[in-house]
């Protein structure tokens, strides 16, 4: 898969980086018990960490708001879906069990505090662009949602925007008929190398466990 990132992005966050995992001949169903119960008892832990941490004191969130300040989008009206859970969590609006590929990407969004999308690679063409949106750029999201992505991340493919830190859209969203996907994990910038890799590696063991097929990564 041919991905890129805009020239304009690298301008301002110098260090940014995304870790793309392709995903091949994988069965999306139901979650195991297991990935259920990681995804509940996880979520509760958080819980119980935010009555004493205020979630803009997270480092790993923080960096986030930073990156978005840094493009020009207002972090405060449109926040990091990694962010979005956690804050979903503090009020005790736990997010549930969608199907095994949304709850995996839920799980390692809250474990490493990133913005992670996942796409049915069936349903993009041509090569995928990483820019920041202008006022064109705008779609139908996962939760029903019109969002425009002027001065905000955003990735397109030859048929426009399909993804974002921020939220998925609806053309491009991983059903359980998908069979092929690609996830886009927007790193932090402050990692390094070897932690982007052994991330990207621990959330590939994972999906290739639950899902079966075969996977490739890499870090752009």
């Not at 932090?188 to 991330?199: D, H, I, R």
Request: proline share 5%; charged share 25%; aromatic share 10%.
């Amino acid at each position: 898969m041919d991905i890129a990132v805009s020239e304009a992005i690298k301008q301002a966050i110098p260090e940014f980086k995304i870790g793309v995992i392709l995903y091949n001949d994988i069965v999306v169903d139901d979650s195991p018990q297991m990935l259920k119960g990681k995804l509940q008892l996880f979520q509760e832990s958080i819980y119980f960490d935010l009555q004493e941490t205020a979630v803009a004191d997270i480092l790993e969130l923080a960096e986030w708001r930073r990156i978005f300040k840094a493009i020009g989008t207002d972090p405060s009206k449109y926040r990091p879906s990694s962010e979005s859970l956690y804050r979903r969590i503090q009020k005790k609006n736990f997010v549930p069990t969608i199907h095994s590929a949304a709850d995996v990407n839920n799980f390692f969004s809250l474990y490493y505090k990133i913005p992670i999308g996942i796409y049915d690679l069936d349903k993009l063409e041509g090569p995928v662009a990483v820019e920041i949106g202008t006022d064109q750029d705008e779609y139908i999201a996962i939760n029903g949602r019109t969002v425009n992505f002027s001065r905000k991340l955003v990735s397109k493919d030859i048929h426009g925007p399909f993804g974002s830190p921020i939220v998925d859209s609806q053309r491009t969203a991983v059903t359980k008929d998908t069979k092929n996907a690609v996830q886009i994990v927007y790193l932090l910038p402050s990692m390094t190398q070897e932690q982007c890799k052994k991330l990207l590696q621990s959330m590939q063991n994972m999906f290739l466990q639950i899902h079966g097929g075969d996977a490739a990564l890499q870090i752009i």
